[in-house]
């Protein structure tokens, strides 16, 4: 979508789609019926001309409050069901886009201000499995974690090392080097355990074991099924699934588990962050959904101690910012993120750096979805100079 403001400045975003949707994300409005397998957006394209545009013309760009505060109101539903959450973002992030153009300066700038200097710790996942893999892992997202560099590009370095040693080595075992929707490889390894070996065999041919870290995003909600966690052929309840957290963050420099437990398992979550919490961070994303609502819940009830913040489950920038102050404001650290369906839009690469979350997490080096990201968090560290600051391993909880 695109907003032009007085003076011919002009934003484009593009929004992104996710495979692994939150129950209680904002609805991304689709067509239905046969044309684009039910997946076109004609009636979001729609509601972007004939209801977003109009009450958007002569309203003030630079006022991004006021701005989602009217695209609120026009939708007037909880979870932006009728204009699509799809069509308000689009116009959400082109506000903001066309507003730092018009005012001259780089959209990390424009929404974090003249403190905004911290580039993200990338969070690269190199394994893909369930939803985004059609192979034999059931957890989704194995990512390498490069926090003992220096800096952004430094760290973007070892984790491209380690990406293609980790390709090597796969190919080497007569296993498949194809990759799935973030980018990472999707082999038929044989459990959730030999993907965690497979990344630190690499990072140790490739010398840099010291440097990295591993993150894993089981999405636990995707085989969660009849009250009980489906993993490696055996049935786990949620105490099982917390004792397997506790074994594998023993065993692996393990830094970061998200959705490790299913999206509405509140008891299970709280256990846990109890026996966790202190020296893992633990991220909900689809038992948070980027949603104030359900963070203050989570905040109330013990409940992890991370938020991972996706543009498209809420459907604004302003209310994408509330809930990572929030977070901030409780202790909880926040980590910006891509979806499973990205474009070359690079707003996230941006908005990690403007609120100087420290982490971001947008997929393997490789596909220029992806790569795009990176390449924009580049470009940010080059304009910043000496003034850029990488937080490395601060940026986690360590136990
Ligand atoms: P999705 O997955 O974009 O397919 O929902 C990403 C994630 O679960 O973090
Ligand atoms: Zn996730």
Redesign the pocket.
Known sequence: MEIEVDGGAVGRAAV???????KHEALELRDGGEAWLGKGVSRAVRNVREEIAPALRGVDADDQRAVDAALLELDGTKDKSRLGANAVLGASLATAKAAAAAAGVPLYRWVGGAEARVLPVPMLNVINGG??ARNSIDF??FMVVPAGAETFSEALRVAVEVFHTLAKQLDARGLSTAVG??GGFAPDLPSTESAIEAILQAAEAAGHRDRIGIAT?P?ATEFFVDGAYRLDGRTLSGDEMVDLYADFADRFPLLSV??GLAEDEWTSWRSLTERLGEGLQLVG??LFVTNVERLQQGIEQGVANAI?V?VNQIGTLSETLDAIALARANGYAAVI?????ETEDTTIADLAVATGVGQI?TGAPSRSDRVAKYNQLLRIEEELGSEAVYPGWDAFRRG
């Open positions: 992104p789609s996710g495979a692994s949707t939150g939803a985004h989704q997202e929707d973030e995003d999405a998200e959705d994303d689809d991972l996706k993120s891509h979806r499973s369906g997490k």
